[in-house]
């Protein structure tokens, strides 16, 4: 069986410039602030380091600048919480599998913080019930994380709710650690913003949402392979109506619905602290993770 962390690894091969690299490890490096005073080594300066951090003195000498790398305090502790779902097992906006993006989502963020010498850990679930996985360090352990959301997530899980796996989280994880939650587009409430808070107090968060599929017109081509497909809802198995099937009316109430779930839900998250980003596609992941940790730093 094909290794899920390897397509990890040739996804972030986009990004196997050393410059470009070090970037991502940057972003990554800066969501945790604390560190210790002892120093490691001097590295290249690349956008998005800390000016605090250039040796001034080197840098003259070398000829540009260079950053000081100091030895972690301790490894810090990654919690991915994972949407394992039957919303999870819908299509995405680009036509993948939900379940599918949010799985190299994970894989991504996991694999940057092994880079980092962290440890990571995993709560998933659905409404029935959530699992987790201790914190611990190698890709062997990554890889059964990644294998672990993948497997679970199906048509024939219990519907979707975050929320439940959030409400785990505050109740059985200790410390602080940063919480990497990748769900479906989430409609905000009262309770949840209550909750959301709640684990801010406690945790660096960051939030990714993969975004659903649009209603979208029909095959023109008699030969096109998805003419006469039907489309339903994952969550009752509802007919989903094609877009050039509703009247405008309808059309505008959709969109203006949608637009205000989301408006709602990133009012939700910013009140409570929490930088969002969200994906369309698998091509987005890697560039939206480094878009999401950017934005975490420069909100910090």
């Not at 690349?46 to 540009?64: M, N, Q, T, Y």
């Not at 962290?118 to 611990?136: E, I, M, Q, W």
């Not at 994880?173 to 406690?202: H, S």
């Not at 205000?260 to 839900?265: A, F, K, T, V």
Request: aromatic share 4%.
């Amino acid at each position: 069986m094909a290794s899920l962390l390897q397509r990890v690894k040739s996804k972030m091969a986009i990004f196997a410039h050393r410059k470009a690299r070090g970037m991502l490890d940057g972003e990554y490096g800066s969501v945790f602030k604390g560190r210790s005073l002892d120093f490691d080594d001097l590295r290249a300066y690349v956008p998005g380091d800390e000016v605090r951090d250039i040796d001034w003195k080197a840098s003259a000498r070398h000829g540009s600048p260079l950053i000081r790398r100091y030895v972690a305090v301790r490894r810090q502790t990654v919690i991915l919480i994972a949407d394992t779902g039957r919303n999870m097992a819908a299509e995405a906006r680009s036509g993948e599998m939900k379940k599918d993006i949010a799985v190299l989502s994970l894989g991504v963020m996991g694999y940057l913080a092994h880079r980092h010498g962290d440890v990571v850990g995993l709560v998933c679930g659905d409404s029935s019930g959530s699992r987790s996985f201790p914190a611990k360090s190698g890709e062997a352990h990554l890889e059964r994380l990644l294998r672990h959301v993948d497997s679970h997530t199906g048509l024939d899980a219990a519907a979707s709710s975050i929320q439940d796996q959030l409400d785990f989280v505050a109740r059985n994880i200790k410390g602080r650690n940063l919480l990497f939650v990748v769900a479906d587009e989430l409609a905000a409430d009262d309770a949840t913003g209550r909750l959301l808070r709640r684990l801010r107090a406690q945790h660096e968060i960051l939030w990714l949402t993969v975004r659903d599929a649009e209603l979208v017109e029909p095959a023109r081509d008699a030969q096109d392979a998805d003419a006469g497909r039907e489309s339903f809802s994952v969550a009752d198995s509802a007919l989903l109506v094609r877009q050039s099937a509703l009247s405008g009316a309808v059309a505008d109430a959709y969109a203006t619905a949608a637009a205000e779930r989301d408006r709602g839900r990133h009012a939700m998250l910013r009140a409570a602290g929490i930088t969002e980003g969200d994906v369309a596609s698998s091509a987005d992941v890697v560039t939206g993770l480094f878009a999401l940790l950017e934005r975490h730093r420069r909100a910090g």
